[in-house]
């Protein structure tokens, strides 16, 4: 699941697009499977849990489901006179799209906000990603926060964690 970084050729994109939907399409099952209870042993193997844990110093976030790693992106986090709060949070509303009335009707697409007026998004500017350059949000290449944001809408926000380390 791990999404690329930089704009991708034609072929790529499509590439990326069907690995994408297989994968979303794996998790969908396997939740629809854990609130249906198909079979008795499949509901109980069907994942549950969804966590995102960002590192600060190195500017990632790893995604895990059940505590088996799925992805890991580069992020931004907060630049110098800014910060990101550390700590463990449940996503507390989530926006296709969203425009910060603090910056500038800043666009943050696919945005599941943790705290506050913090969330993690999308940001079009991809070649900041790895180095500390936000507001305070965790910025994620537009594929990862599509990614993200759809996972988070499978398993929902009571059964995601944000975790978010020095």
Request: hydrophobic content about 45%; charged content about 15%; overall charge positive.
């Amino acid at each position: 699941m791990e999404a690329a970084q930089e704009p991708l050729g034609e072929d790529a994109m499509t590439s990326t697009f069907a690995n994408r939907f297989i994968q979303v399409a794996a998790a969908a099952l396997a939740a629809t499977m854990l609130v249906f209870g198909v079979g008795s042993n499949a509901a109980l193997a069907a994942p549950n849990k969804l966590k995102a844990t960002i590192s600060i110093a190195a500017q990632e976030m790893a995604v895990s489901v059940d505590g088996r790693a799925v992805a890991t992106w580069k992020v931004s986090t907060a630049g110098k006179g800014y910060r990101t709060p550390k700590g463990s949070y449940k996503p507390v509303r989530m926006h296709e799209m969203w425009y910060s009335r603090k910056y500038d009707n800043a666009p943050m697409p696919h945005s599941v906000f943790f705290h506050g007026g913090y969330a993690v998004h999308a940001m079009p500017h991809v070649k900041a990603l790895g180095r500390p350059a936000s507001h305070g949000c965790v910025r994620l290449h537009p594929d990862a926060a599509f990614d993200f944001f759809e996972l988070v809408k499978i398993f929902g926000p009571a059964n995601t964690d944000i975790v978010i380390v020095d």
